[in-house]
């Protein structure tokens, strides 16, 4: 808790597109402190995600040192102005995280995983081994972490930075690596979906995040994910080589392409347009698979089955923004489907198409 925290900090004051910012560094024992991960402005946690980042931090502070660009915050009024150039933490007030959750998680998970070695070499009265692990602790307790923080923000604000840092700062990386890397089988085999399926609507090869004005139908960034989606259910952070549970490798590609291509009959003839539909959605893209996945594991389908149930939908949803299938997404002050993206929005929405496929067989009895 910051409660009784009060720091004097050395800061540059600078103002990047008419916002007011500080840049600085912390201690990570002390920035644990006084800052909060705000659910409304941030995506959940990725396990996985953060699990890697902790992995990495524990065996690189092992040999040497590690380095991470600025941690982003929003002041939230956490901060007050001393003089020029230095500033003061207001006790009890708290930042908020924009980017730099998972890494932030992620070290204090290995603080945790230290701390627990520590004290099992003590329990065994390996003394030497327990002040190996402590050298450890205190380093990453005191890595500096650089900071930049954005002075009076709103909510609004704040998640429309989260966005523009963690979405479309990483479109074109995360394209070229689909496009490109030649040790992903997922972004091989999307690229190999992407020239079989290219003729029948159109992808981006480039980008990730399809705004309003891109007329592509979805991305291969956005169909790699929902491959992952739809060979091994997992929805979040997938690293490694394919776990095929319900077909050989041989396979993927045939089931990938039905299932994309089921999407000419599913969604309506203006797919594309976001303004007017969510089919282009990468939500509802993803979710979809996510189903088909789950048809195959928990009701014991084959692909082709799930595949043909899938249909179904086109009879329940309109597939427009106002549908009261995509009631729980949707944002009655900007009109449309928000925030589909994060994992268990994906995941709600799959269990509510789930649901209206059940009730269609029942109906149809």
């Known amino acids: 808790m910051n409660n009784h925290l009060l720091a004097r900090v050395k800061v540059q004051e600078y103002r990047q597109f008419g916002r007011s910012v500080l840049l600085t560094k912390m201690p990570f024992r002390v920035l644990q402190s006084i800052f909060t991960v705000d659910g409304r402005v941030q995506r959940e946690l990725d396990p996985r995600r953060k699990n890697a980042i902790r992995d990495f931090i524990l065996e690189t502070v092992k040999e040497g040192t590690f380095y991470f660009s600025p941690f982003v915050f929003s002041a939230r009024g956490a901060w007050s102005r001393i003089r020029e150039g230095e500033w003061e933490v207001v006790p009890g007030a708290k930042m908020a995280i924009l980017d730099g959750q998972h890494r932030a998680k992620a ?12 004290e099992a070499y003590e329990d065994h009265g390996d003394i030497e081994k327990a002040e190996e692990i402590q050298k450890w602790i205190d380093i990453l307790e005191s890595y500096e972490i650089a900071m930049q923080i954005y002075l009076d923000l709103s909510k609004d604000d704040e998640r429309q930075l989260f966005t523009d840092i963690n979405t479309e700062r990483k479109e074109a990386h995360g394209g070229l690596v689909v496009k490109y890397d030649q040790r992903d089988r997922y972004a091989e085999w999307t690229r190999t979906l992407v020239q079989r399926l290219e003729s029948k609507f159109e992808i981006e090869r480039n980008l990730s995040r399809l705004t309003t004005t891109n007329s592509s139908l979805t991305s291969m960034v956005i169909m790699k994910k929902c491959l992952i989606a ?16 319900y077909c050989r490798e041989d396979e993927v590609l045939d089931i990938a392409e039905r299932f994309f291509s089921a999407w000419l009959q599913l969604f309506p003839k203006q797919a594309a347009n976001r303004k007017k539909y969510v089919s282009g959605l990468s939500g509802v893209q993803i979710a979809l698979a996510y189903t088909v996945y789950r048809l195959v594991e928990e009701e014991e389908k084959s692909y082709t089955e799930a595949l043909e149930h899938l249909q179904r939908l086109k009879d329940f949803t309109s597939w427009r923004h106002d549908d009261p299938l995509f009631a729980p997404f949707y944002d009655e002050k900007k009109k449309q489907v928000v925030r589909l ?25």
């Open 230 to 245: 739809l060979i091994e259910g997992n929805v979040g952070y997938k690293e490694g080589e394919p776990i095929c549970k």
């Open 107 to 118: 070290l204090e998970s290995a603080l945790r995983k230290l701390e627990f070695e520590k």
């Open 341 to 365: 993206s994060e994992q268990g929005k994906v995941k709600k929405l799959s269990e509510l198409f789930l649901q209206e496929m059940k009730r269609k067989a029942v109906v149809g009895r």
